[in-house]
């Protein structure tokens, strides 16, 4: 009778901390798509256009690196090297200053690598699978504010290329360059 009890007790609280998990799990999952700065899922981002940056001046830099090889670490080196490049093109800029924390940007630029087997066909000039290279930048603004009060990210430039020929640190800067050189023409206009 004592050994079924003890058995009860352990399957009750074994089933509430997994259940304690799973609400943390969902609670982490739903706090990260309420930010407007991150972009979770491509599909139900708004779309908006270069225009809706006219008068945005703070901005938001984030550099992500995926590595589709198992058991490596991520190259914090590179990631680093990415960043670094990625603000100093964005520095050479006047009209726009770079903002340490998410919630102070008025818009974000969100630059991912991956690194790996599967991520495509290897047109490097070093032809090394090692050194297959995809990368993407995408810039967003606050969307339209949801029930609870969080925004929904809106993409007004994005551009990528499945498998750059040169170092992704370099593929970075010519892509923040393209971005950074058709916002200037868009701010000339006006």
């Not at 009778?1 to 999952?29: D, E, G, H, K, P």
């Amino acid at each position: 009778m004592c050994n079924s009890n003890i058995a009860r007790f352990r399957l009750v609280v074994s089933r509430t901390l997994m259940a304690l998990l799973l609400l943390a799990a969902a609670q982490t999952y739903t706090a990260q798509s309420r930010n407007w700065w991150i972009l979770s899922d491509r599909d139900n981002a708004q779309r908006g256009d270069l225009d809706e940056l006219l008068g945005r001046k703070k901005v938001y830099v984030n550099v992500t690196i995926f590595d589709t090889r198992q058991n490596l670490l991520i190259n914090t080196t590179e990631r680093n090297d990415i960043l670094q490049t990625v603000r100093e093109a964005i520095s050479s800029q006047k009209d726009i200053k770079m903002v340490t924390y998410p919630e102070e940007a008025e818009f974000a630029v969100l630059v991912r690598t991956a690194t790996g087997e599967g991520v495509g066909p290897n047109f490097s000039l070093l032809l090394d699978s090692e050194a297959e290279v995809a990368i993407e930048v995408v810039v967003l603004i606050p969307g339209t504010r949801r029930r609870d009060g969080s925004r929904v990210p809106r993409i007004v430039w994005d551009a990528s290329s499945p498998n750059v020929q040169t170092e992704s640190v370099s593929a970075a800067r010519f892509i923040v360059d393209g971005f950074l050189w058709e916002l200037k023409k868009v701010r000339e206009k006006r």
